[in-house]
Structure formats: C-alpha cells, structure tokens
C-alpha cells in the first residue's frame, strides 16, 4: 500500500486551463504538505495543512488553491494555468508539525506538470 | 533567501569508494537536520537524521556528521554502490514548526 499517493502523476494541459493534484495519505499523519520542485531542482514548501487548517502560504499566487476535505487529504487546485507554472509537484506528509516533532517528511511521488 | 545549501550539484565516485555530500546551513537556531534520497520518477525518502546535540550519526553504510561551529553537515556513503546513484537532499525543520527547508540537491553517480 502507497503511504502518500497523488494523482495524477502526469498532467499535460494548456495554458489558462484549470487543474487539479490530489493526494491522500494512509499514514494517520495530521500534518501535510506541498512542494514544488521547479526546473532547478529546488524543492519549495507551498503550503502546509495541520489537521485541516492552513499553517503555512508561502509566496504562492492565488491561483493555487489548496482544499483538505480531513487529515488524509490535501487537494490543489490550480486556476488559469501559466507556462511558469510547469513542474514536479510533490505532496508529503509528517506525525506532527515540522521542528516539533522531529520525524520525518513522507512523499508522494510526485506530479509532473508540463504548461503548453 | 535559501536557508539550507548543498553547493555541488554533482558527484561522481568509484564504486567501492567513500562518497562525502556536503550541507550548509544559515540559521543557527536549527536543531535537527535529514537527508533524503530521490531516484528519478520518485519522491525523496528518509535516509538519516542527526540531531544538534549530536555531532555523528551512522546507520549501516551512511554516516551523517554535523559541525555546528561551521553550520555544516555532510553524509558519508562507504562503501558506495551503484544503488547508491540518486540525487541527495540535505533538509531542516523550521523552527516555527510550519515547514522543513531543503537544499537544492546533489546528484550522486557511482560508477561500477
């Protein structure tokens, strides 16, 4: 059983479309994530979710909408896709908030966005 | 403004060989640090964690050390295999508890 799964793991569409990343995890996890890995390879938080509730909007245009219907999920939806917005997106997962407990990250495997 | 730097992007070492990825961190205030493992079409995994307390931690063939003083830490991989060819990434816990910085990746190859 996948602990952290998101779907779909390919996603080719047009610029100004709207899409949609879904992920789930099975880990009884409270705490979830989205990273963005961009063309450089840097892997950037874009939101983090604990037990539903919004933590953490980094600088992330409001396009990207985040949506956590209970713990196990966190969706993200993405309106008037532009050509920047290509790349991997990951989801992950973590028992607890970052820096207090000190467990790990656990990660989907990723969402490749290409923008035509 | 990245917080956690791992400034080669690249490595290439002989199997059997040591492999030593370096780790540089900014914020003082860090007090854990992990390094993750990505294969191509993955996502990265847990490899080995140490704690600021801590200036050594070994699991099996990796060992992490941690130099506070210099705000550094590297992972070593003895002896390397060609499993071992992933990209590595360096991450810390904020300390707000809202997110884990990462580095932007090291590209291990080891070569049979």
């Known amino acids: 059983d996948t602990a952290v799964s998101q779907t779909p793991k390919y996603l080719v569409t047009q610029m100004g479309n709207d899409k949609s990343i879904k992920c789930e995890q099975n880990l009884g996890h409270d705490t979830m994530y989205w990273y963005k890995q961009d063309s450089k390879k840097f892997l950037k938080i874009m939101f983090s979710y604990n037990n539903k509730e919004l933590i953490i909007n980094e600088t992330v245009p409001n396009r990207f909408s985040p949506k956590s219907p209970d713990k196990a999920h966190l969706n993200l939806h993405i309106n008037s896709l532009e050509l920047g917005d290509s790349a991997v997106y990951f989801c992950a997962s973590s028992h607890g908030l970052a820096g207090r407990n000190t467990g790990e990250l656990f990660f989907g495997e990723g969402s490749r966005l290409t923008v035509l | 403004d990245q917080q956690v730097k791992q400034n080669s992007p690249s490595l290439s070492v002989q199997e059997g060989r040591i492999s030593i990825l370096n780790c540089d961190y900014t914020n003082s205030m860090f007090d854990y640090f992990l390094w993750y493992k990505k294969y191509p079409a993955e996502g990265p995994t847990f490899l080995i964690s140490i704690s600021s307390i801590k200036d050594k931690n070994e699991d099996g063939r990796f060992t992490v050390f941690l130099n506070k003083s210099a705000k550094h830490l590297s992972l070593h991989i003895v002896p390397s295999q060609p499993g071992d060819s992933a990209v590595y990434f360096c991450?810390?816990?904020?300390?707000?508890?809202?997110?884990?910085?990462f580095g932007t990746g090291t590209s291990l190859t080891v070569i049979p």
């Open positions: 991450a810390a816990p904020s300390n707000t508890g809202n997110q884990f910085y």
